[in-house]
């Protein structure tokens, strides 16, 4: 399989994995962009492992936790605002989801990288660890600090309703 | 209360918000060649510096060798210039023989001791060790031609030429024969009117 066949089957289901791992569409497809390049010069390599996409998807991890890009998706963290509660019962679900995301979006990256393999792709926390070069015990520390984070902006819904 | 559905939930809709491939490929060209510029640039540059450092290395090694291979060229004569010091005497003419009579060849009649010239090889060269400032000896200015260079005259107290003796072509200096010649004959002439 060429590079140009991998990119017009795979692109999309890439897009996807970039974007929930970066939290944003516009870092994802920045990311995403370098990722190609990178692997097109190395295409020969890539394509003959057996998993291309692994491979691709570690390129991502990778180019999301270099300096540049933790620095700049700190900032973009500190200009998070908390969301704000809704009133209506139907509008609640509603506003915890979209409170929810925020908060993914807002997760440093480490603990962000670990919600979404865990989650989205159902990966293994051992898995994890492989793919992020660290123990197991990190990545289950990570994903209990990010499911912290998340319990409290979810507890802090209805305690701003109430006031 | 949050749970695993819920996470998911909210991945998936984060997912949906991906860019459209239209989007990433159409940055892709315009990025592929500013990497291959970035990496041309960087290439260069390396080779660059490699060159240069290669070249400094390369100097500096030559110059070392050159320099234990070759007797190096002196600027400004002798030491660079530093062993050019001024002459406290204007070399001339000697009388034959001057400064070789030791007791070697007139035994018993003079020792060498305090105002003795050694022979030096170098007629006139002589210094007194009894001198302050190692001054030539008086025999030495006696002689026509012999004349302190920066030294006052004891009779009247000018200073006395300090032009250099005019060397001739071959770079030795000419004695003057023709005043050495005058001299002593006026010096008779004085003795004999001395009685009277």
């Not at chain 2, 990497?35 to 070392?64: F, M, N, Y």
């Not at chain 2, 012999?146 to 005259?153: G, S, T």
């Amino acid at each position: 399989m060429t590079f140009e066949e991998f990119v017009a089957v795979r692109l999309p289901a890439l897009a996807r994995q970039a974007t929930v791992l970066a939290g944003d569409p516009y870092v994802a497809e920045d990311v995403l962009q370098d990722v190609l390049v990178k692997a097109q010069l190395r295409w020969a390599r890539i394509s003959g492992l057996d998993a291309p996409e692994a491979s691709l998807r570690k390129m991502i991890i990778n180019e999301l936790l270099s300096v540049r890009r933790r620095v700049s998706a700190r900032l973009r963290r500190e200009r998070l605002h908390l969301p704000v509660g809704t009133d209506g019962d139907g509008a609640e679900q509603v506003a915890q989801r979209d409170a929810l995301i925020r908060m993914i979006r807002a997760l440093p990256v480490r603990q962000r990288i670990v919600i979404s393999l865990r989650y989205f792709d159902d990966m293994a926390d051992a898995d994890i660890a492989a793919v992020l070069g660290c123990r197991l015990t990190t990545v289950r520390s990570l994903a209990s600090r990010a499911l912290a984070a998340m319990r409290v902006v979810a507890g802090r819904q209805p305690a701003r309703e109430e006031t | 209360m949050i749970d695993n559905e819920a996470i998911r939930d909210a991945l998936r809709v984060i997912a949906a918000d991906a860019p459209s491939t239209r989007d990433v490929l159409a940055g892709l060209a315009e990025r592929q060649r500013l990497h291959r510029q970035r990496r041309l640039l960087v290439t260069v540059a390396g080779v660059g510096a490699a060159a240069a450092t290669a070249g400094l290395a390369g100097l500096s090694v030559r110059q070392l060798l050159a320099s234990d291979d070759a007797f190096p060229s002196i600027v400004g004569g002798p030491g660079g210039g530093w062993l050019q010091v001024p002459l406290r005497h204007r070399p001339t003419w000697l009388p034959g023989g001057y400064g070789q009579a030791g007791a070697a060849r007139r035994p018993g009649r003079r020792q060498p001791g305090r105002g003795h010239v050694p022979d030096l090889g170098v007629p006139g060269l002589g210094a007194r060790a009894d001198h302050p400032d190692g001054g030539v000896d008086r025999r030495v200015a006696r002689f026509p031609g012999a004349q302190p260079a920066d030294r006052p005259h004891r009779d009247s107290g000018r200073q006395r030429d300090c032009r250099p003796a005019r060397p001739n072509g071959s770079g030795q200096h000419v004695p003057d024969l023709a005043a050495a010649r005058r001299r002593p004959a006026h010096r008779h002439r004085a003795q004999r009117r001395r009685p009277r």
